[in-house]
């Protein structure tokens, strides 16, 4: 009975779509680009690639088999599929709090963007000033970044609470098709500015000899989080999963949209940035807030309404990509509460977000009235990223890669990946032995290394 009133997915591009949309985040505009300008470019883009497939896609794939096969939310899952060792569950519980302390942070960023799109679309961006200090003002001010932050909330909680075809899904089809369209058109103008030719050059010569051991941690770190793999919202999605769909060849579609979105916003960004003299590309995670703007007023001083538009868009691109992530993270809790208590998808859906604009508020604060506020030295917004980012997810990660590769029965997992024997994987052995050994081994690499960091 519970299987019918969950809720599902009701077509292969609905399930692609959600799932890429879960993906595809402010990481793959934002924290991509950085990564990219500070380690050197195209090398680290094909270092990136290999570990998306090698780490990032078996841990999503055991997610999926996690989730179709149990029917749960990401703690209920374990509990169904290991009666007997409950403690498995503990995943799940760190996978709710994740969800919980990523939408609390991220929506303060979120904000931040609504903020830019708004200004740049009423033509209220300055112009010709300290980029740096405008948006520290902006941060730092008690009300005007929270109310932003309150918006964003209530658009994620609009939709998770219709549900998952008429919500998730239906929204899915809509976001994720204009969120590429947005990409690519501001990528074509991007390729006809004076710098494009650097700006490709850079982001698509390798320079190998610039490959670094730390080079190769921060891609792992950014093929495994960029895919938002690790924290159970692909489990609770991939719940909701008909029994025909393709499990591996849905993960692969998946990461391929996360890598091409990731790629094409380099092709957007570099060649604006290599427009402007004087301009560096590793202005790491100031480029969106701080950089960007000033290439955009500096690029389009001649078209003033053409850079309006032009960044506009480019903050609606950022802005759909923040909204397709939430809403993931959003779900995980919400079906959490809902079949823990027993309530309606509405009233879960309330409390979620209650819970999340209380934590948000004091994530956003800590940029301006409570910055003094310290737990372990960090503020709040730092203190839950650092939490998730170094703790739960590469924990969560290596706890499902152990789950798929060594608790559950090798018939069980084969059955899933194969649709009870219809379908044919190929490289079945290769993929089962990278989800058994190359993928929680490169996550506990990434997880030693940031802990010693």
């Known amino acids: 009975m519970q299987a019918e009133e969950r809720g599902r997915f009701c077509s292969k591009l609905g399930v692609i779509l959600a799932s890429a949309g879960s993906a595809v985040g402010l990481g793959n505009v ?30 999503m794939i055991a997610e999926f088999v996690i989730g179709r096969r149990s029917k749960r939310n990401t703690v209920d899952a374990y509990r169904v599929l290991a009666p007997r060792a409950r403690w498995w569950m503990v995943a799940g519980y760190l996978g709710v709090l994740g969800g919980v302390l990523v939408l609390s942070f991220y929506s303060v960023v979120a904000g931040w963007t609504l903020r830019y799109m708004v200004d740049t679309f009423l033509c209220r961006m300055p112009s010709g ?52 369209v947005i990409i690519v058109v501001l990528m074509g103008y991007s390729l006809t500015m004076p710098g494009a030719a650097d700006g490709i050059s850079f982001l698509l010569r390798p320079d190998f000899s610039k490959v670094t051991g730390s080079v190769v941690l921060s891609a792992i770190g950014q093929a495994f989080f960029s895919l938002s793999v690790g924290m159970g919202c692909l489990i609770t999605y991939s719940s909701y999963f008909s029994k025909d769909t393709r499990l591996v060849s849905s993960a692969f579609s998946v990461c391929a949209i996360d890598s091409v979105v990731a790629i094409l916003s380099g092709l957007v960004i ?13 202005a790491g995670p100031g480029l969106v807030f701080i950089t960007l703007p000033y290439v955009f007023d500096t690029a389009f001083s001649g078209l003033p309404v053409v850079g309006y538009v032009f960044s506009g868009f ?31 998808r509405q009233r879960a ?12 508020a004091a ?11 310290r737990v372990a030295g960090m503020g709040f917004f730092d203190l839950f990223d650092f939490t998730v980012a170094k703790f739960l ?18 018939q069980l997992v084969v ?30 690499i990434v997880f030693i290394n940031e802990l010693i960091n």
Not at 393 to 401: A, D, H, L, R
């Open 415 to 444: 059955e899933e990946l194969t649709n009870g024997g219809t379908l044919k994987v190929r490289c079945l052995g290769v993929l089962l032995f990278l989800i058994r050994w190359v993928a929680p081994t490169g996550v506990a």
């Open 129 to 180: 000033q300290d980029y740096g200090a405008v948006f520290s003002s902006f941060a730092a001010n008690p009300w005007k970044p929270l109310l932003y932050q309150l918006v964003f909330l209530a658009m994620t909680h609009l939709i998770v609470s219709r549900g998952v075809e008429r919500g998730i899904e239906k929204f899915s089809k809509v976001m994720m098709p204009l969120l590429l």
């Open 30 to 59: 934002w924290r991509f680009p950085s990564e990219v300008g500070s380690n050197g470019g195209a090398a680290f883009i094909l270092v990136y690639l290999c570990f998306v497939f090698l780490i990032a896609m078996p841990v």
């Open 270 to 282: 570099f060649p604006a940035v290599f427009s402007v003299a004087g301009v560096e590309p590793d």
């Open 349 to 360: 859906a309330i409390a979620v977000t209650a819970v999340c604009m209380v934590l948000g």
């Open 393 to 410: 997810m590469p924990f969560g990660g290596i706890m499902i890669s152990l789950f798929v590769g060594w608790y559950m029965k090798r």
């Open 314 to 344: 480019f903050y609606v691109l950022l802005l759909l990509a923040a909204l397709t992530s939430t809403i993931s993270m959003h779900e995980i809790v919400t079906a959490f509460i809902r079949e823990k208590f027993n309530v309606s």
């Open 363 to 373: 994530c956003c604060l800590s940029f301006g009235v409570w910055q003094g506020v």
